[in-house]
């Protein structure tokens, strides 16, 4: 095997190999390192927005929601409270109400969806905790207090301790539009979710909610968090079917699912393409052993003369190609991990340095370059290039064997 492998290194560095062999050679080296570089930085992304959808999204909306079909709400609700939170899937439960109508602020208005919450609730929901602590307070104390998403108060030009109105429609039983309801909140804090929904979402007190939108038995709904939100459809529907009361059943993949699902796609048209890249170099390994083959046809007669066997022959070339696989894989591969561990810091230092910034908070729920980096997909991805090196070596291989020394060396 020695003997092989130093055969194989003395073929592919020799000094006499023909300088386009080499350049092909070296081409096809680059191109795995940078399939596999690319690769691995990529996945590291998707991996990285996936973890910050459940960290930071997940974290404040709602995994799972089962609101009254009626106007009266949701009846006996601490009872069906207290029954949920003997299923172990279910992390915390709260009683919530929808006030959706008009935020004036002066002259301007702007569509607004409050949530009415418990505070007690709430705060065992932990869905608040990018709301600082003495603001928290502040609204927990005041029954007519509101929180406001960062973009919406932006947009009003809101600022904490101001007072807005709420303009909530209302529908007679001709089904015609009355005068809407009017309430004055005090602007008690912000809530920093990121993202589209900072435009459009705020809290105010679940009594005060109620009573405006006349829900009798003081809850429309109950939302859930699941230790596992990615089961939310199949707990949410679980539990819907079995309720006592007819309810609409929703959960976080109707509403922000989409997010999900882009990254998932994304996640499966990159691998697909970036190893068709690799394989492609690879297969660049094909032309580099062929003409290797037909410039080494005399050394190859005359190892067969001195009785290397074919298999042996085989071997040989296989390994001189298996070497460039191997040399851009790892390259590729150290170079990829080396950059996944730090993008988010040279990403942020790219962003300081040029003044161009790749992702707004305005637009999406995160305003930097995530990335995590998983050792599984590192190997899997090696994997496929040796993989794909190996079976590029094959056919050259084979013909190096199949060289006659009488028909090379009879010239």
């Known amino acids: 095997m020695k003997l092989?492998?130093?055969?194989?290194?003395?073929?592919?560095?020799?000094?006499?190999?023909n300088g386009y062999i080499s350049f092909i050679s070296a081409s096809s080296t680059a191109g795995i390192a940078l399939g596999c570089f690319v690769l691995i930085l990529l996945?590291?992304?998707?991996?990285?927005?996936?973890?910050e959808l459940k960290d930071r999204l997940l974290s404040i909306i709602p995994h799972g929601e089962l609101y009254a079909v009626g106007s009266d709400g949701i009846a006996d609700w601490p009872q069906a409270i207290a029954s949920f939170e003997t299923d172990s899937r279910i992390e915390s439960i709260q009683p919530y109400t929808k006030a959706t109508g008009m935020l004036q602020k002066g002259k301007n208005m702007k569509?607004?969806?409050?949530?009415?919450?418990?505070?007690?609730?709430?705060q065992n929901d932990g869905m608040l905790n990018s709301v600082p602590t003495g603001q928290w307070q502040a609204f927990s104390d005041d029954p007519k207090g509101v929180?406001?998403?960062?973009?919406?108060?932006?947009?009003?030009?809101?600022?904490?301790?101001?007072?807005?109105?709420?303009?909530?429609?209302?529908?007679s039983d001709d089904l015609s539009i009355r005068a809407p309801k009017t309430l004055w909140l005090n602007v008690l804090g912000v809530v920093n979710i990121g993202g589209e929904l900072d435009n459009h979402i705020g809290y105010m007190h679940l009594k005060l909610a109620s009573e405006t939108l006349g829900i009798t038995h003081g809850v429309q709904g109950l939302r859930f968090r699941y230790h596992d939100?990615?089961?939310?459809?199949?707990?949410?529907?679980?539990?819907?079917?079995?309720?006592?009361?007819?309810?609409?059943m929703s959960d976080?993949?109707?509403?922000?699912?989409?997010?999900?699902?882009?990254?998932?796609?994304?996640?499966?048209?990159v691998y697909i393409t970036l190893i068709l890249v690799i394989g492609v170099a690879c297969f660049n390994i094909v032309s580099t052993l062929v003409m290797a083959v037909n410039e080494k046809q005399s050394e190859i007669a005359m190892l067969k003369t001195m009785g290397t066997t074919e298999g042996r022959i085989v071997l040989i070339f296989m390994l001189q190609g298996f070497i460039n696989g191997l040399i851009g894989t790892l390259i590729g591969l150290a170079c990829g991990v080396l950059m996944a561990l730090n993008l988010s810091t040279v990403a942020q230092g790219f962003e300081q340095l040029t003044g161009i910034q790749f992702l707004s908070g305005d637009i999406y729920f995160i305003d930097f370059l995530p990335s995590q980096l998983k050792w599984h997909e590192v190997y899997v991805t090696g994997i496929i290039a040796l993989s794909l090196t190996i079976l590029a070596t094959l056919y050259p291989a084979k013909k190096a064997a199949e060289v006659n020394p009488a028909s090379v060396l009879g010239h």
Not at 43 to 51: A, I, P, Q
């Open 4 to 17: 092989i492998f130093q055969l194989a290194w003395r073929f592919r560095s020799s000094k006499q190999q």
């Open 43 to 51: 996945l590291s992304v998707m991996n990285g927005f996936e973890r």
């Open 111 to 122: 569509a607004i969806e409050l949530v009415g919450i418990d505070t007690q609730y709430a």
């Open 147 to 171: 929180m406001l998403g960062a973009g919406a108060m932006k947009k009003l030009d809101i600022k904490v301790g101001d007072k807005v109105k709420l303009l909530l429609p209302q529908l």
């Open 229 to 248: 939100p990615f089961i939310a459809p199949i707990i949410t529907r679980e539990m819907g079917y079995g309720f006592s009361q007819e309810v609409y």
């Open 252 to 269: 976080w993949t109707r509403t922000q699912g989409h997010l999900y699902q882009d990254i998932q796609l994304v996640r499966v048209v």
